[in-house]
């Protein structure tokens, strides 16, 4: 189907679009680009519409505030990805016979290029960034989308069957989405979202649709170390690639002993040593085996080795931000899960770091993360919803000492940043890596990682 078949499908049809927002703005442009007429449903008032009048001005019908979802029976419904298929007025219209979908489920239906589409718990941006920087190497057109950067339903025009789309995918843009991308990477699977979700197996579930509907023609990368993968392995009809940072694999990659490597049917190769990939951390290990196991075909071992040597890595992501008399402050923002954290906090062996934690709580144990934190963790300064919960977590991990491992809680973001700067000394390092989500105090961890880096780089 094109663009175009798509939207004449939908001549005559009452459209809601759920939630104005980054994905679903240029929807509705592209809607009313066709002579469409949608109803744009958001739960905010029109006082906090920045760009109201030009909706207006449209003609657009705004059904706004705490009641935006009654009455919802439009044939046609666009949910925003925050607001789950389970809500039960979505589910409602769905058993009335209202389509719902989204602006990414309609791109996989409509793209005319080849699909690589990335989730997991952790690690889904950086992976699907170095995916698209080796295809850019390699001398492929290449649309990056999804999570990650801007809605690519509007740029399907621009595309031809030579190029490669790829998706950064959420538990919440998958949930109940029909989707077939020709190659699909799941990095791992751990507790995340449970604020949101009704139970874990409703995240895995989640996770699981980014496969459902592959066929032998598409291939599926997972990990070899993750254990609800194990499972993935035996449900999917696609073909199965694997990475490892502790095992050979028979397809895909591996890294044992320091040394990365490719595996064709048991044929193994040496690709090059993990340690001159430019990014620190076993975790962009993981996340270079999965950009190569998706890749291996399509691109040339020159092209990886060449990414993994100069590629900077994603802002927010253990970026360093500032030197300052001999304390490095790094940025990791991003680290929005505890699991995420504790790969952060495992990229500095020689130093202790100074760890700024704490954010929105989603529900999810802090067990493992207090057990890391008191092995490598200097001093902890915590603050946001989870700031109680991250201590107490700490407190119970056998073997803490209160004398070496200070605990401090603030309220306020840039106190507690603040605090933490003024205890480091030279050569320590200073990092903020919350293992929570940002949404207790910032819009999301791309504003909160901007907020510390502007703290940061004020220090005097």
């Not at 290449?142 to 069957?161: C, H």
């Not at 119970?396 to 480091?424: C, H, M, Q, W």
């Not at 030279?426 to 919350?434: A, E, K, T």
Request: aromatic residues 8%; charged residues 25%.
């Amino acid at each position: 189907m094109t663009l175009d078949e798509y939207f004449g499908s939908l001549s005559g049809k009452s459209i809601a679009v759920v939630g104005y927002g980054v994905s679903n703005i240029p929807l509705v442009k592209l809607l009313l680009e066709r002579g469409l007429e949608p109803t744009v449903r958001d739960k905010r008032e029109e006082r906090d519409f920045e760009d109201f009048a030009p909706l207006s001005a449209a003609g657009v019908k705004l059904v706004l505030g705490a009641g935006y979802l009654d009455d919802l029976t439009e044939d046609v419904i666009f949910r925003t990805p925050g607001l789950h298929p389970f809500t039960p007025e979505l589910r409602r219209a769905s058993e009335r016979g209202s389509i719902v979908t989204s602006e990414m489920e309609v791109f996989f239906a409509v793209c005319p290029c080849k699909t690589i589409a990335v989730t997991g718990s952790d690690g889904k941006t950086t992976t699907t960034t170095i995916i698209s920087e080796l295809l850019k190497e390699a001398g492929y057109t290449v649309f990056l989308g999804g999570n990650i950067g801007a809605p690519l339903l509007s740029r399907v025009p621009e595309m031809s069957p030579s190029d490669f789309a790829v998706l950064e995918l959420s538990s919440f843009q998958l949930h109940s989405m029909v989707c077939r991308p020709d190659i699909a990477v799941i990095t791992n699977v751990s507790p995340n979202h449970l604020d949101v979700h009704p139970d874990f197996e409703d995240y895995v579930g989640a996770k699981r649709s980014i496969f459902l509907n592959q066929d032998a023609s598409c291939r599926l990368v997972l990990n070899a170390d993750d254990e609800h993968c194990a499972r993935f392995a035996e449900e999917t009809r696609a073909e199965v690639r694997l990475f490892s940072n502790t095992h050979s694999v028979p397809s895909g990659a591996f890294c044992l002993e320091e040394v990365m490597y490719s595996a064709r049917n048991y044929e193994v190769n040496e690709l090059m040593p993990a340690a001159v990939i430019l990014i620190p951390g076993r975790h962009n290990i993981d996340n270079y085996l999965a950009a190569y196991a998706a890749l291996d075909g399509y691109i040339p071992d020159s092209a990886f080795r060449h990414v993994a040597r100069t590629f900077p890595g994603v802002p927010h992501r253990i970026e360093l931000v500032r030197s300052l008399r001999g304390v490095r402050y790094y940025n990791d923002s991003i680290a929005s899960s505890p699991t995420r954290t504790i790969a952060g906090l495992r990229c500095f062996t020689k130093v202790k770091p100074i760890l700024i934690a704490g954010g929105h709580d989603k529900h999810i144990p802090f067990d493992a993360l207090g057990t890391e934190i008191v092995e490598r963790v200097k001093a902890l300064y915590l603050t946001g919803e989870t700031a109680e919960r991250i201590k107490q977590a700490v407190l119970d991990t056998p073997g803490y000492n209160r004398l070496t491992l200070p605990i401090y809680v603030i309220d306020d973001f840039t106190e507690t940043v603040l605090a933490a700067s003024k205890s480091a000394k030279d050569g320590d390092i200073v990092i903020l890596s919350p293992a929570c989500s940002s949404f207790d105090k910032f819009k999301n961890f791309m504003q909160r990682g901007e907020c510390f880096r502007k703290i940061v780089q004020e220090l005097e």
